[in-house]
């Protein structure tokens, strides 16, 4: 993976696994305090700061290991390739390009074949802007051959090689990395003239010379923001950001005013890099920008700065309802400022939004001092946003069970709509195992509580138990109500030690329940020391004698393999073996380990 940025300072990237069933990998606009989803590292993402749900990508891209990636920013491309991304595809053998599009806060796009080959010894790895503005291409070649799909072995006679790729008539310009320019002895002046100059390499040259003079470029940086250029202004920010001293500060403030929403933002990251509290007010007037992206980079800068005076404001911003990137960008300042009385105020807001931002701020601050109670209320308001991040932060206080089991006692005594029932399963599921929750569920049968909520909770909650549950288990499993029936046997699961071999052999004997059920049931008694009984193992032998589907073969399969059978069963067992495909034979073979 790789990152880039374009000239605002936003920082792109390409991520693998960014969804893992189906897999899907992604391009990203990173954010400052962003958590996006990485389905195979999902207790590393647990452990960041969280604003509410985690954040969309610029775009998925399927399962196509993306590389390297590159912003160009010289103008030899043509105007239709301005803000394009160009990213390399390991698995593909391809170049991608995608034309970034604004959207809110942060960008969307859509990709497009940009480089294709059919050979399967190319895998393309990096795209790099050269000074000239044409594309280098990295083939890495066949030798590397762990990790993705295509590259199944190695094949190290495949060396790679850098290829370059520019636009047919492109002009090339004359000394691209300007080393003809005399850096050391030229005049503010004219190195301010060249932080417009086309070719992008002698722009960054002349913002590192410019920065390089410190204060005694500063008056030619001001005289630049009045420029015409919305490059030489963006880059005089630049320079100045650099500088970073109080006579900087001062000037780069200056662009937060500026005409051009990119300017403004430029300004914004400046603040948040030197840390200019001196604009905090300018910042908070900001927060009502018709930019997004200069609101989002205004609230990063203000939590940096840790002003509680920006609280009100941040709080009122987030009142209104903002797409998810600047929602995030306003919530984490709220955390990064950790003024929890001022945040608190907030609680009492009118807006649920904004009451939403402060309870997710609370819950992230470093003493994380946020009591249940609001959280709990906030469970009934009718905001759907507000209630989502309750739950999400009610889940994450098992120290809550009192509140917790208040708030279900209440609720469960009316009817509840869907909504309601997905707040009590997740409730139930994360709360059943405290003292207080189990209490409740003991003394206050709750005729209004789908059994299929409880049993689900019970399911996914192995170090909770209550032998007053037993009961429910039993009579759930023989319910004619099959979802009830098959919650009850995922409960079971969870806590299969706790005797339930003997009911789940009943269950797996009686012909009136579906067979999927039966073998799902004998499926659970594997492992146990009771030997398994004529019927059921004559149920179990019927998918490889009467030709059953391969699902139903590979099931049964599977239950053999664990199970307890006696001498005769698994001689009986081979005769029915060559029935078998290669998958259930196996598992299958598994029972014979398992007894001599």
Known sequence: VEVAFNQQGEMFGTANIVHGTPRNDAILHWVHGGVYP?????????????????????????????????????????????????????????????????????????????????????HFTDAIEDADGSLLVIDTGAWFYR???????????????????????????ADPRGNAIAWKTSSPESLVALLGDPRHVVRDRAVAELARRGDAAVPALTSALGNTNHLVRSNAVWALTRIGSPAAQSAARRALLDRDARIREVACQSAFVTSDREAVEMLMARLGDDSPSVQREAARALGRLRNPQAIPALGGAAAIPRDPILTHALIYALIEIDAPTETRALLNHRAPLARRAALLA?????DRKLDA???????????????????????????????AADYLATV????????AQDVVARLLAAFLPAQEVRDWLRASPAPALDPVLLLDAIASSP???????????????????TSR?????????????????????????????????????????????????ATSYDLLLGPFIGGGTPDARLQAATVLADAKLS??????????????????????????????
């Open 38 to 122: 990485r389905t195979d590292q999902e207790p590393v993402v647990a452990e960041f700061k969280r604003t509410g749900d985690l954040l969309p990508p610029v775009a998925f891209i399927g399962h196509v290991a993306p590389a390297g990636i590159a912003l160009p920013r010289s103008e030899s491309w043509g105007p239709e390739y301005r803000d394009n991304l160009f990213y390399a595809e390991f698995n593909t053998h391809r170049v991608m390009r995608m034309p970034l599009q604004r959207h809110g806060a942060t960008y969307r796009g859509a990709t497009q074949a940009f480089a294709t080959t059919a050979d399967s010894g190319v």
């Open 463 to 481: 170090n909770a138990w209550d032998e007053s549950w037993r009961e429910l288990l039993a009579s759930s499993l023989h319910s004619a109500d």
């Open 412 to 419: 469960v005594a009316g009817s509840l709509d869907p909504a």
């Open 485 to 533: 029936a098959r919650a009850a046997l995922r409960a079971i699961a969870t806590h299969r030690q706790r005797g339930f071999a003997a009911m789940l052999q009943e269950v797996g004997r009686d012909p009136s329940r579906p067979v999927a059920f039966r073998v799902a049931a004998l499926q659970l008694t594997t492992g146990a020391e009771i030997e398994m009984d």
């Open 147 to 173: 990790g993705c799909p295509t590259s199944g072995a190695s094949r190290p006679e495949i060396t790679g090689g850098i290829y370059r790729i520019r636009r047919i008539g492109a002009p090339r310009p």
């Open 373 to 403: 109670a609001p959280v709990f209320a906030a469970l009934r308001d009718k905001e759907p946003a507000l209630r989502s991040a309750a739950l999400q932060i009610a889940v994450r206080h098992p120290e809550w069970g009192r509140a």
């Open 567 to 596: 001498r005769a069963q698994l001689l009986a067992l081979t005769d029915v073996m060559p029935a078998a495909g290669p998958v259930e034979l196996q598992q299958l073979l598994g029972a014979f380990r398992r007894r001599p």
């Open 362 to 366: 609370l819950d992230a601050s470093a």
